[in-house]
């Protein structure tokens, strides 16, 4: 069991100690018995890297694997938010302030429940597919802490490529077949896409950078990732709506979209709102709803450089940007509307 005479070896990175020594007694009170709650519903808590430092999840990771799959994450120093990845019964996706409230509603969430076991698991993700469920399904080991790792995560953010690549890529879904993408889990927040063109079935594949990722985009429109991938599939086929000008570059490759289409792949790095896009321009008087659109305005930021990332991260490894997001190869052509 956690102790706050034991945590700092549990949880035994130098950037969690610094964020864990500003917060006040009663989080830090609330944090250990969160752990706990967490370690006792089966699933491990785990570091990986950050441009912001070091990041806290827990969800199911192996010791042997560079990914997890995460439920949720420890975020910001002053005044901690727990991000849900993924709706946890009672509790919405997306941040949520740590305290003690917070903490209670978890405790009774997973009163009684074993996040080894799948029918357990159908009632406490209702929205989740039966994939991202069975992620979680690891009855036959003791869930981990930080410290049981083998390879830990760099204090402060590292140049090793390796590192680096693996950070960036935990974000992302597994690949899937661009006519299956509306089945991505969050497709509706903003954020970071990624097209592949291979004649080898990609789908179900965990993401990685790749010589044949061929188109990074990005969105903070209101319809989200969705919205956007539409836009890319308007052009891409000649329907009218809404169009995307880097899929005009595609069709100068590939007049047949039916041939492109049939290679096409797609993963998706979200970004979650707490509030309603849709009123952002309007004047805001309520603390708790300003607070919600400021923080989401700055979320909004972050998905603008992440885009920059990982075309930085794909240049670094191959010497150049995705071949579609190179507008001097890569000229668009236009088609007539069916």
């Known amino acids: 069991m956690l102790t706050p005479d034991n945590l700092f070896d549990r949880f035994d990175r130098h950037g969690f100690q610094g964020m864990y020594q500003v917060w006040d007694k009663e989080t830090q009170a609330q944090f250990v018995r969160f752990a706990n709650i967490i370690h006792d519903a089966k699933l491990d808590w785990y570091f990986i890297p950050s441009s912001n430092g070091t990041e806290i999840r827990f969800g199911r ?3 042997d694997s560079l990914k997890g799959s995460c439920l949720g994450q420890i975020e910001k120093i002053d005044r901690p938010v727990l991000k849900l990845r993924t709706a946890l019964r009672d509790l919405d996706k997306g941040s949520h302030l740590f305290n003690k409230e917070l903490v209670d509603k978890f405790a009774i969430i997973l009163q009684d429940h074993d996040c080894s076991v799948l029918g357990d698991l159908n009632a406490l993700l209702p929205e989740a597919s039966k994939e991202r469920r069975e992620q979680f399904i690891k009855s036959s080991r003791i869930p981990h802490w930080p410290n049981e790792y083998t390879q830990h995560v ?23 077949h661009f006519d299956t993408k509306d089945e991505l889990e969050n497709i509706q927040c903003p954020g970071i896409y990624a097209l592949a063109i291979s004649r080898h079935d990609m789908a179900g594949k965990y993401f990685s950078f790749r010589d044949n ?14 919205g956007r991938l539409q836009q890319f599939n308007n052009t891409l086929t000649g ?3 809404p169009g995307h000008g880097g899929a005009a570059r595609f069709l100068f490759d590939y007049d047949d979209t039916d041939n492109l289409e049939q290679w096409l792949y797609v993963a998706i790095w979200p970004f979650f709102i707490n509030s309603d896009l849709s009123k952002k321009y309007e004047s805001i008087q309520d603390p708790d709803e300003r607070e919600k659109l400021v923080e989401d305005y700055r979320t909004l ?26 507008q001097k190869k890569s000229p668009k052509r236009k088609r007539s509307l069916r």
């Open 61 to 63: 990771k192996d010791q």
């Open 154 to 176: 760099t204090d402060t953010p590292s140049n090793n490529k390796a590192e680096v690549s693996s950070d960036l890529e935990e974000r992302f879904s597994a690949w899937c």
């Open 301 to 326: 930021g972050k998905v603008a450089e992440a885009e920059y990332l990982v075309i930085a991260e794909h240049i670094k490894l191959y010497g150049e940007v995705p071949k579609y997001n190179n």
């Open 213 to 226: 990722i061929v188109y990074f985009g990005m969105t903070n429109s209101i319809n989200g990732l969705k």
């Open 239 to 241: 329907r009218k709506g």
